[in-house]
């Protein structure tokens, strides 16, 4: 059983910043891609950016150049710093990740998504 866990969400002013966090639990081996996704109301979920094993990155249009995703290994986290935040950026934000379970060699993958968190902009 695997269990991601976000943290971080709340309240912030136009141009503050937020930092979200995504601890994952459980019998992990190894995570493969983190994503952070987000949901405004009456809209689609939606990527905001992806890390994966390796380090590399991605983002949507819409956040580069503000936000910046990061990762723990050794602590089976993830992380979003979020800059120069704007209304339109008001969502929950939820973290997904393909994980590695188990022992060699039974091992299976499988996509978990956490509760998601809060975030609002607002003056």
């Known amino acids: 059983q695997v269990q991601l866990v976000e943290s971080g969400g709340g309240l912030v002013q136009p141009g503050g910043s937020l930092r979200l966090a995504c601890a994952a639990a459980?019998?992990?081996?190894?995570?493969?891609?983190m994503d952070w996704y987000r949901q405004a109301p009456g809209k689609q979920r939606e990527l905001v950016a992806r890390?994966?094993?390796?380090?590399?990155?991605n983002y949507s249009d819409f956040v580069k150049a503000r936000f910046i995703i990061t990762r723990d290994n050794a602590k089976n986290t993830g992380y979003l710093q979020m800059n120069s935040l704007k209304p339109e950026d008001t969502a929950v934000y939820y973290c997904?990740?393909?994980?590695?379970?188990?022992?060699?060699?039974?091992?299976?993958?499988?996509?978990?998504w956490g509760q998601g968190t809060q975030v609002t902009v607002s003056s």
């Open positions: 890390i994966t094993n390796d380090g590399s990155t």
């Open positions: 459980g019998s992990i081996f190894r995570i493969n891609a």
């Open positions: 997904n990740a393909e994980i590695v379970t188990g022992e060699i060699p039974r091992l299976s993958v499988d996509v978990y």
